[in-house]
């Protein structure tokens, strides 16, 4: 029987502290993936720009007045990080990764545990639209101008800054030309997804998940845009859409869905002076 000597043993026990290091941290993602962030209603409002706005007006204060959609009331999304709960040197792994991701920590009152969340980002997260709220998602902002607090007011209205929003095949079995009528207030869009076969439940997330607007998180789904390459998307140069990797989807009645719902969406590009836009059916899988 070999035995080591403690010199040897302290030698030893930093290499076994690295490779444990190094599987703890390999078992974390090194992408969040796509999230899915599910569209309610309320996030239009008016807000007052002050004088830290870039598009402040000093010398006429009456047209200082924003009509926005305010992406920060939409639910957070709530992410399971397993090895916070394994032990105390692992849960400092899964601390750091939580912080390197954006992800935040709150405490659950209800379930009396921790959670972790994130926050909606514009620049590169993607609303999802259930298709019962297709309707008033697209006409919320146009209804919204005749409430009381925006009736004969001067109001400005940049646009969401989100650049791309979600749906499933659904709603465009219901809707003529439905795509084209994004632009309208969404004019940053730039992608939409069409997912396919969506999951029965995707719609159903709760809505009393959390006791208060500061807890309520939703379920977690993720995009699956690997599953396919295939699009239809907007060829400025010939004035028309394309399709790429058509062969990829193999269901020629949902390519002509596609086809027949982007009707319309070409002669508001040329309108607005858009040159990007493209419709990607995509897999939603849940996390």
Same mark, same amino acid.
């Given at each position: 029987?070999?035995? $080591?000597? %403690?010199?040897?043993?302290?030698?030893?026990?930093?290499?076994?502290?690295?490779?444990?290091?190094?599987?703890?941290?390999?078992?974390?993602?090194?992408?969040?993936?796509?999230?899915?962030? =599910?569209?309610?209603?309320?996030?239009?409002?008016?807000?007052?720009?002050?004088?830290?706005?870039?598009?402040?007006?000093?010398?006429?204060? $009456?047209?200082?007045?924003?009509?926005?959609?305010?992406?920060?009331?939409?639910?957070?999304?709530? =992410?399971?990080?397993? $090895?916070? %709960?394994?032990?105390?040197?692992?849960?400092?792994?899964?601390?750091?990764?939580?912080?390197?991701?954006?992800?935040?920590?709150?405490?659950?009152?209800?379930?009396?545990?921790?959670?972790?969340?994130?926050?909606?980002?514009?620049?590169?997260?993607?609303?999802?639209? /259930?298709?019962?709220?297709?309707?008033?998602? $697209?006409?919320?902002?146009?209804?919204?101008?005749?409430?009381?607090?925006?009736? &004969?007011?001067?109001?400005?209205? /940049? +646009?969401?800054?989100?650049?791309?929003?979600?749906?499933?095949?659904?709603?465009?079995?219901? &809707?003529?030309?439905?795509?084209? &009528?994004?632009?309208?207030?969404? @004019?940053?869009?730039?992608?939409?997804?069409?997912?396919?076969?969506?999951?029965?439940?995707?719609?159903?997330?709760?809505?009393?998940? +959390?006791?208060?607007?500061?807890?309520?998180?939703?379920?977690?789904?993720?995009?699956?845009?690997? @599953?396919?390459?295939?699009?239809?998307?907007?060829?400025?140069?010939?004035?028309?859409?394309?399709?790429?990797?058509?062969?990829?989807? !193999?269901?020629? !009645?949902?390519?002509?869905?596609?086809?027949?719902?982007?009707?319309?969406?070409?002669?508001?590009?040329?309108?607005?002076?858009?040159?990007?836009?493209?419709?990607?059916?995509?897999?939603?899988?849940?996390?």
């Amino acid at each position: 029987m070999t035995h $080591l000597s %403690h010199s040897s043993s302290m030698e030893i026990t930093p290499y076994i502290q690295t490779l444990s290091r190094i599987r703890w941290s390999d078992a974390l993602p090194d992408k969040i993936g796509q999230p899915l962030y =599910f569209y309610k209603k309320g996030c239009w409002s008016p807000r007052l720009l002050t004088e830290s706005d870039p598009d402040y007006d000093f010398e006429n204060p $009456l047209l200082n007045l924003n009509f926005e959609f305010r992406h920060k009331l939409l639910d957070d999304v709530e =992410f399971e990080v397993p $090895l916070f %709960h394994v032990n105390r040197e692992v849960r400092g792994f899964a601390l750091a990764w939580v912080h390197k991701k954006g992800l935040t920590i709150r405490f659950d009152k209800k379930r009396v545990c921790a959670v972790f969340v994130r926050a909606f980002d514009p620049m590169i997260d993607t609303p999802y639209v /259930p298709l019962g709220k297709w309707d008033e998602f $697209l006409r919320e902002p146009f209804d919204r101008h005749f409430e009381l607090d925006l009736i &004969e007011k001067n109001i400005n209205c /940049p +646009g969401p800054a989100f650049t791309r929003v979600a749906v499933s095949e659904a709603v465009l079995r219901g &809707e003529d030309n439905s795509l084209a &009528e994004i632009s309208d207030w969404y @004019a940053r869009v730039r992608k939409v997804f069409i997912i396919v076969d969506a999951q029965p439940n995707l719609d159903m997330q709760s809505e009393d998940y +959390g006791e208060d607007d500061d807890m309520r998180l939703q379920r977690r789904w993720d995009i699956e845009s690997s @599953a396919l390459g295939v699009k239809l998307f907007w060829n400025n140069d010939h004035g028309e859409f394309k399709w790429a990797n058509r062969e990829d989807l !193999g269901d020629k !009645g949902l390519c002509k869905l596609i086809e027949e719902a982007s009707n319309g969406v070409g002669e508001k590009l040329v309108g607005y002076g858009r040159r990007r836009f493209e419709v990607r059916p995509v897999f939603t899988v849940r996390k």
